[in-house]
């Protein structure tokens, strides 16, 4: 395993960095898989050709994804930059792998209905925002109360990826459910404060004078998990927000109760939510702004989805055949 000190030492450049949570744990992991791999061998101990035998191994023995083999190779490359300050020398094999051109999986708009019509409760809502709102997973996941505005009919979500703030839209469907969970939600907290918890986590340690907002209830999650945990370092109980996994569990049930022979997963929900605004004739630069694509090319992908481009291009087989005169 990895020293603990070069553990923590890439956690505090990538906390000066400002990387996401899930972006350090996931560059520790491969550090930590790195080191096992050479033998429990400091990095600083060996050459540079280690990194092209590692990520070899991965491609050839573990058969790992594109994206897969290009995260640890940027794991390793901010190791060495920015731990040990050594950064990598320029050798074949240490590159970025060739992502393959892959379509997104969308679902019809009857497929959608089916599989939300086979959930319930809180995974129901979680999913048809994930849908109606475009959300990606993480997103939905760690709403806070105060970036809903049901008035208004808009979602504000905070440092999605790329650390990009963006609005999207609250559909009309869901203002009266979301209404009744934040009630909920609401009565729930307080149950848990009167029981000396009730306290949420505050993103970027915002300091003393906002300390009392961690009851506050525009930070409660709007999705909360069932259960709390306790902070050693407040020395507090504290609720987290649900945990991924189980919308992505619910999304899987659901797919296969609805009959839905398509690969089903919760990122399918924005693929389609792009893809349906798309058809329904709305500008591609409006749709980009509410996905929170850094880049319009992204986001012509679903033209590709839609196989008819800006055009609205139709097969020559299904066109008529003009009459020949003679």
Known sequence: MAPPRLLVSLRER??????????????????????????????????????????????????????????????????????????????????????????????????????LGAMEGTCWLMASLLYGAGLRLTECCTLRVKDVDVDRGEIRVRRGKGGRDRVTMLPAALVDPLRRHLAWVHTEMQRRAGRGGGYVALPLAPGSKAMGAVRNRGWHWVFPASREYWDAEARQRRTHHVHPTVLQRAVGVAARRAGITQRVGCHTFRHSFATHLLEAGYDIRTVQELLGHRDVSTTMLYTHVLNRGGLGVRSPLDQPVPEVRR
């Open 14 to 115: 990538a906390a000066v960095r400002r990387f996401s949570p899930r972006t350090v744990e996931a560059y520790a992991r491969w550090v930590v898989a790195y080191v096992r791999f050479h033998g429990r061998r400091h990095p600083a101990e060996l050459p540079p050709s280690a990194v092209r035998d590692f990520l070899t191994h991965l491609a050839h023995e573990k058969g790992v994804a594109a994206s897969t083999q290009n995260q640890a190779l940027a794991a390793l490359q901010f190791l060495y930059r920015e731990v040990l300050e050594q950064p990598l020398p320029h050798l074949a094999g240490i590159a970025p792998a060739k992502r393959p051109h892959v379509l997104p999986n969308v679902l019809s708009r009857p497929a959608v209905a089916q599989v």
